[in-house]
């Protein structure tokens, strides 16, 4: 199993960006991830203002998939995410939905230990573990890893978890996936614009699917029970929006159920739900039962 370091990050999905490894389909990677700041921060001392932030929110990689190809669909199958021993997170004025509210910049750091991530050393909460920022190269244009896009990036989902599959539409030759940004918890909306930010060794396989009818224009996630679209848009109705749309034309795909009878079960079995607000791009994803599936067992893309 190869190892991708901490050290070899990237600060964009660039289509020039050149591979840090090489590995074939059906290959299990080691994925070294820094903090969003880092490393920045050593302690509470430090503030979000001291920040470089030319060096914020890298992604480690980019991995290239051997003979994968611009049309294809990777699958990459999340299985494990081994946290460090402590998160930090911060507050900055005129930031974030509370910017408004708060006067000075603060940072908390968050010790990490027995499962769980301790708020205050009386608080503490189960780990949940989840990818801030993943995604494969861009088509044309450079997008920073801190931005979200059709190819992925900064999509903050708490779903992009253990125990899932995340579907992109590769763009490049050799896909160049990359990751980074793993939180220990965070919380719909990321609100402050940050969740409990960590270092993080990420243990991941990834698939070609190759000739698929069906190309989904921006990644879908699939969990044992659910699956879910992910859009992004300048606003929180415009991110809805595309989610929406998303999960209803891969739905009709799936079923050839008419679009008013699979809009009544997106409204009846489907959670439309918030990313994040505090991007420019703002995120939402919608979730819906595989059960609603002829074969809910088989994979969403196979």
Same mark, same amino acid.
């Given at each position: 199993m190869k190892t991708i370091e901490r050290a070899d990050v990237i600060y964009k999905f660039d289509p020039g960006n050149q591979p840090v490894a090489s590995v074939e389909a059906g290959e299990t990677i080691l994925i070294e991830t820094d903090d969003c700041f880092g490393s920045q921060l050593k302690s509470e001392e430090d503030l979000i203002t001291e920040v470089d932030f030319s060096k914020?929110? =890298?992604?480690?990689g980019p991995v290239e998939i051997k003979g994968?190809? =611009?049309?294809?669909?990777l699958a990459v199958d999340i299985l494990d995410i081994d946290l460090g021993t402590k998160g930090f997170m911060v507050a900055i004025p005129d930031e974030g939905g509370f910017g408004h509210l708060i006067e000075e910049p603060a940072t908390k750091l968050i010790p990490v230990s027995e499962g769980k991530f301790w708020f205050t050393p009386d608080l503490s909460f189960p780990i949940n573990p989840m990818i801030g920022v993943i995604g494969v190269s861009p088509s044309e244009r450079a997008v920073p890893c801190g931005e979200i896009g059709n190819h992925g990036g900064n999509m903050d989902a708490k779903v992009i978890c253990p125990g899932a599959r995340v579907y992109f539409l590769v763009q490049k030759d050799g896909a160049m996936l990359?990751?980074?940004d793993v939180h220990a918890g965070m919380g719909d909306g990321e609100s402050v614009i940050c969740g409990v930010e960590i270092t993080a060794r990420v243990k991941v396989r990834v698939e070609l699917i190759k000739s698929h009818q069906f190309r989904p224009p921006r990644p879908v996630v699939e969990l044992s029970d659910r699956f879910i679209t992910i859009g992004h848009g300048p606003s929180l109705d415009e991110a809805a929006s595309t989610a929406l749309d998303d999960i209803l034309k891969l739905i009709?795909?799936?079923t050839n159920m008419p679009v008013s009878e699979i809009a009544m079960l997106i409204s009846a079995v489907g959670n439309l739900k918030v990313c994040q607000i505090v991007d420019p791009q703002k995120t939402a994803r919608v979730e819906i039962p595989k059960s609603i599936l002829e074969f809910p067992d088989q994979p969403v893309f196979s």
């Open positions: 914020v929110n =890298p992604a480690t994968a190809m =611009p049309g294809d669909l990359a990751m980074g009709r795909y799936k």
